[in-house]
Nanobody
Framework: QVQLVESGGGLVQAGGSLRLSCAAS????????MDWYRQAPGKEREFVATISWSGGSTSYADSVKGRFTISRDNAKNTVYLQMNNLKPEDTAIYYCHVRLLGRINYWGQGTQVTVSS
């Protein structure tokens, strides 16, 4: 069983920065790609960023490209999302995600990010 716990959310003004963390427990995830998703009120959950198991490959949604950076520390079993130049439209609950064995999805409980204009 895998547990994912996000932290680092909060209220920030437009143009500000936040760093989200996702700590995994239950098993090592050093061989798995990990992702961040977000869900705004009244909208479906959407992909934000992904990072390969080694950290050597990353990919981002167009809406956050150039502003967000995903990274990981396999020794700490933790993935991060550095969010800069935040915009009100970035307001959402941010979720950490990992898929194991190609079919088992694990999600964290989410952390709220609110960006005021």
């Amino acid at each position: 069983q895998v547990q994912l716990v996000e932290s680092g959310g909060g209220l920030v003004q437009a143009g500000g920065s936040l760093r989200l963390s996702c700590a995994a427990s239950g098993r090592t995830l050093s061989t798995a790609a990990m992702d961040w998703y977000r869900q705004a009120p009244g909208k479906e959950r959407e992909f934000v960023a992904t990072i390969s198991w080694s950290g050597g490959s990353t990919s981002y949604a167009d809406s956050v490209k150039g502003r967000f950076t995903i990274s990981r520390d396999n020794a700490k079993n933790t993935v991060y999302l550095q969010m800069n130049n935040l915009k009100p439209e970035d307001t959402a609950i941010y979720y950490c995600h990992v898929r194991l064995l190609g079919r088992i999805n694990y999600w964290g409980q989410g952390t709220q990010v609110t960006v005021s204009s």
